[in-house]
């Protein structure tokens, strides 16, 4: 069972169907990206006044470029200020949209983001935007704060409940291998909708994810050391 949206998990599910597993898609939240955003756009428009842009996820990178395509611009308008990447995956995505990340730390989390950005400057990183989700961790801001960076934070997409088809739950209380969470949301929604794992293997894309599974009385028995869907 792959709980995480549609849109990415494409790539999961191809190499475990190579595998020789049978997938059940059964997304358990989803991903929203705003009509308009006024903070994101004026920021935008100001892209000058930053040192570095920071996206810790696929998701960051896809609403800041919707926003930027909406106002009729592209990568060039990123100019000189640098760009960082949370992970591989982040940093595919800007690379499909016309940008080298200038940053991607040697362990995916956002801590060690922070830790690289901080240690890369040899004074303050400046001022820092940073695209985020509405329910995302602030260890990356906080941290970069903590460095003398000035970090504004801009919401630009909402991660919401998704409501799985009955047949798709019912075939998870049947029974099934294993399920694999890719976000602590997923985890918190699997709960909420009263779908237990029975035997069923648990796996997770990463600590944090791990944790939360833990919290809500999940056996987690995988958890991989490169935090992405290929780990």
């Not at 730390?105 to 940073?130: I, K, N, Q």
């Not at 985890?187 to 009263?194: C, K, N, P, Q, T």
Request: aromatic content about 4%; hydrophobic content about 45%.
């Amino acid at each position: 069972v792959i709980t995480r949206p549609r849109s990415a998990s494409n790539e999961l599910e191809r190499r475990l169907s190579l595998a020789g597993a049978t997938t059940i898609h059964c997304p358990m939240i989803k991903i929203m990206y705003p009509v308009s955003n006024d903070a994101l756009d004026e920021a935008i428009r100001g892209i000058d006044r930053y040192q570095w842009i920071v996206f810790s996820s696929v998701h960051g990178v896809m609403g800041f470029f919707k926003r930027l395509t909406a106002l009729g611009l592209d990568a060039r308008a990123l100019g000189a200020c640098r760009v960082a990447a949370v992970g591989p995956a982040t940093a595919k995505k800007l690379r499909r949209q016309g940008v080298r990340p200038d940053l991607v730390p040697p362990a995916y989390t956002g801590d060690a983001l922070a830790l690289a950005l901080l240690e890369s400057s040899s004074l303050s990183p400046g001022r820092v935007l940073f695209p985020r989700g509405d329910i995302g961790l602030r260890t990356i801001p906080e941290a970069l704060r903590r460095g003398g960076a000035v970090v504004d934070e801009i919401v630009v997409y909402s991660t919401v409940d998704a409501t799985p088809q009955r047949a798709t739950c019912n075939l998870i209380r049947e029974g099934v291998d294993a399920i694999v969470f890719c976000s602590p949301s997923a985890v918190r929604r699997f709960a909420a909708l009263g779908l237990e794992a029975r035997e069923a293997t648990i796996a997770c894309i990463g600590p944090t994810t791990a944790a939360a599974a833990r919290e809500v009385g999940l056996h987690v028995e995988v958890v991989s050391d490169e935090h992405t869907g290929d780990g």
